[in-house]
């Protein structure tokens, strides 16, 4: 069996990389790491239903995925270096994804401790484990490029980011691309872009709108929707196309390389609104709340694909069907989740 090692494995992306490797070939094995306890019923972050957060659950489509003796899962911080190194050992991946992340509103003490020193840790471990590679696939952001001089967004271009965490990923790139090339690594990097699909929280876009459309659409919340800026582009790709991006790129991607994991498609967030209100039956029945945020500073964002394209990848899924599925997963599985919640607590 190929033995394939994923950290972050019961994050929003990770579970979804795993999943899909076990459903789709029955000769892998995988070992996943994260620092929560195992579940295989919910991810690790909350979503909100109306006034209300509960513990965002796994969509039924997936649960079944984890239940196999060819999965794995060891709590284990990647900082714990010298347990790493023996779990690695031990193990003896083929492949690595890492996927491992702190998150974007973290305080920048987690931004430098996960995304920096971890992935500095891991590649440490790597290299003191005696472990053979045939690729480590080391997952970065599309926010590393931050306001582009040209569209779409090419790998070779400037990369000035502009908010913190974007800042944390691509010093990780920086330092891990030094150490792989030390230690003779087969790494590529891996630049998602802008994420949507079941599962998605409100820290993002799409999330905030299909929480807030699908409480409506259920009679959880008045029709009142909060908006920002409606101008601004983002390249959005769903999750479960991000998942088969990676495992792509692991299996052909060229050692020493970037990729950006994008749909190629340039979206304003209108176009995500009134895709949500379309999809719930809602256009003309909601009143738009227009706030003032602070103005973006990077106003449309992008990618090329063209390298991605080259090793085979399309995109299965639109922003239309993504946003379905994901309004759908507000509507039955988190207010399932939330009703739930509230039985065990009469």
Known sequence: MK???????????GRYVVARLLSSDGSVEVLGIGRSPRSDDAFTHSVRWAARRVVAP????????????????????LC??????????DFQPEVVIHLASALRDDAPSSLLRVNIQGTLDLLAALAQSGVSLQKLVLGSTGGVYGAPAELPIRESASCNPVDLYSASKLAAEQFSRILARQHQMPAVWARLFNLVGPGQDERHICGRFAAQVAAIAEGAAPPDIEVGALEQTRDFIDVRDAASALLLV????????????????????????????QRAGLEG????DRREFPASDVPRHFACIERLRSLGFYCRLNLSESVRDLLDYYRHSVRAAAQADTARAL
């Open 58 to 77: 796994l969509p039924d489509a997936m649960r079944s995925a984890f239940d196999t003796a060819r999965y794995r899962y060891v709590p284990l911080d």
């Open 80 to 89: 714990r270096r010298s347990e790493l190194r023996r779990v690695l050992r």
């Open 285 to 288: 029945r909601v009143r738009i």
């Open 250 to 277: 692991a299996e052909k991607g060229a050692s020493g390389s970037a990729y950006n994991v994008a749909s190629g498609i340039e979206s304003p967030a209108r176009r995500v609104l009134e895709l949500t209100l």
């Open 3 to 13: 033995r394939y090692f994923v950290t972050g494995a019961q994050g929003f992306v």
